[in-house]
Nanobody, 125 residues
Framework: QVQLVEFGGGLVQAGDSLRLSCAAS????????MGWFRQAPGKEREFVAA?????????YYADSVKGRFTISRDNAKNTVYLQMNSLKPEDTAVYSC?????????????????WGQGTQVTVSS
């Protein structure tokens, strides 16, 4: 069992940066691929980024955030991060982290086994 808690959301202006953190419980964090998803009001949840289980290994990004967001993980701290730069109003959403037992960088919701509650990110223009 893995429990996930997100931190770091808030209200920022367009062009600002924000770093989200996701703290995981459990001793097997390092064996899970981790992902970030987001859900804007009135829209379906969408994939943002994923990182494979081994620190420094594979990452994958949605086209909408590629070049602006960076996902990373610190297995010693049981934490995954999402560094968000050059934020845009369309990045406004509830951001959730998730853990998957699959190899690689899962990009679909049903591939993830555990989910956090989410943290709100609001980008004003």
């Amino acid at each position: 069992q893995v429990q996930l808690v997100e931190f770091g959301g808030g209200l920022v202006q367009a062009g600002d940066s924000l770093r989200l953190s996701c703290a995981a419980s459990g001793r097997t964090f390092s064996s899970y691929a981790m992902g970030w998803f987001r859900q804007a009001p009135g829209k379906e949840r969408e994939f943002v980024a994923a990182i494979s289980w081994r620190a420094g290994s594979s990452t994958y990004y949605a086209d909408s955030v590629k070049g602006r967001f960076t996902i990373s993980r610190d297995n010693a701290k049981n934490t995954v991060y999402l560094q968000m730069n050059s934020l845009k109003p369309e990045d406004t959403a509830v951001y959730s982290c998730a853990a998957s037992g699959l190899v690689g960088t899962p990009r679909v919701e049903f591939e993830y086994d555990y989910w956090g509650q989410g943290t709100q990110v609001t980008v004003s223009s």
